[in-house]
């Protein structure tokens, strides 16, 4: 009979957790930049980037910061 640690169930669990916290952090990234995309020049002015910034960023993949 095998006897498992108690820190087995971690060792399969901690890259779930990553796997899920990369998901997280692009679901994360798309939502901005679909909200980014909806800004008109005014909230693009008070936040201090340009039409091109913003057509820059709303144009990168969701993986890619």
Sequence with gaps: MV???SNSPRVTAAPL???LRLLQGWHGRARERRLLARFDDRLLADIGITRLD???ECEKPFWRA
């Design 3 to 5: 006897r498992l640690g």
């Design 17 to 19: 957790g990553r796997f």
């Design 54 to 56: 913003q057509a820059r």
